[in-house]
């Protein structure tokens, strides 16, 4: 390649979906829900293409939702590969366990749009610009729904021919890479390797994966639900003319999910001041994510509240009634609002004071304290509630939770944790509580 070109990469797009989690209350802020979904998130990547002149857009599978979605999903498909074919730009794409019946729909229902491995095999195409091949895609689409063998033991044996060395070789897949088994597509890393592509775009995972390497998942192109946190977006690759590729996230959707920690230790007398605390972070965060990029339109945050505060009942008490379940306010344009507040306050009586004593309040409060203050202590407690759990967790009567796409590792740390706390802290109250009613007898 004499000059460098561009491709433009997407991840999974759950075209018919909308995103969950967003309270009504946003709405009345002026924000019209249809600017918050995939397609149009998918529109604005339309935008970027044309406006980068890249080559390509490759998309990594999960385009669409489901085959039932299909006025929802296939109407802003179809509408967004037409601009980016009169504007002179390719679209490939391969098929996600979602999408198997759409995509190759779409493929012969419009000219242009290039299903990579339709029949579960793998093909290879060269993008070109001005006449010029500037990469090769190599991919392969899911048959079916489920695939239980990893589809790169076939590429292995039977390679396709490169068509160009002068160009990257670059894989586009929908798989669960690291998988030691399932039903979509598990692939180990070594296989990926040993193909010998300049680099591999994957797709079927939400969280992005891809920056500072060359081999990741693109993650899903917008927020769908609250447990996907930080930015999505397509990415930008950059082939340079020495055979380099840059990759960059482009941050478009228009919603974003954050987790923040709230520290309640100064100047906190009721339970108003809580209020007034998460409105002014709300501020906070807003301002740290405009020095990084565009903002989103709608940013939704799960807050941990920290800290030892004298109102802690009071702070209880309106969480448990739902009196902050519509708090948040307008920051530059962005509507911010709480999607969850999580109390981790430590007890105003001082945990460490109660575990100085031998009771069991005592131990339960030293274990609490360890928790809250992190560090090995609370990794061991952790490693043993994980092994006391994980018959439970790994029970076959949770298999439908856990193949949902946005289902949450329930023994991972930051989930564990949390529950521990809570579980902790309630029984923690109840022998104090129980105490005290002894000695008023």
Known sequence: MSDSATLLAIGDVHLGTRCSGIP??????????????PAATLERCADLAIDRHV??????????DSSNARFEAMVPLEACTRRLLDAGIEVIAVAGNHDVEALPRMASLVDGFRLLGADGTWQAHVV?????AVAEIIGW?????????????DLLRHPPARTSADVPRIGLLHADLG???????????????????????????HKPSLAGGSCGYLGSLAALDPSETG?????????????????????????????????LDDGVEDADD?????????????RELAGEGPLPRVLGLKARLGGSIPCQGDVMTRLASGDWADLGRAVDGTAVFY????PAMTPARNLHRIAEGSDPAALLARRLAALEEGGEAAQELLRQARSELADVAGDPHWAPVDDHRHAIDPLADGPLRDMLVRAGRAALDAMLAGERRGECT
């Open 24 to 37: 009504d209350a946003v709405m009345d802020w002026g924000i019209d829900p249809a600017d918050l979904t």
């Open 55 to 64: 080559a390509a857009v490759l998309f990594a599978g999960d385009v669409v």
């Open 128 to 132: 070109s610009r001005h006449g010029a």
């Open 141 to 153: 689409s899911f048959p079916t729904s489920e695939v239980r063998q990893s589809p790169v033991a």
């Open 179 to 205: 998988a030691s088994g399932g039903a979509y597509a598990p692939v180990r890393q070594a296989e990926l390797d040993d193909v010998g592509c300049d680099a591999w775009l994957l797709g079927h995972i």
């Open 231 to 263: 930015p999505r977006g397509p990415w930008l690759i950059t082939l340079l003319s020495d055979g380099r590729m840059e990759f960059r996230q482009e941050v478009l959707s228009p919603v974003r999910w954050e987790e923040v920690t709230v520290s």
């Open 274 to 286: 809580v209020a007034d605390r998460l409105l002014a972070e709300a501020g906070t965060r807003c």
């Open 339 to 342: 999607s969850r507040i999580v």
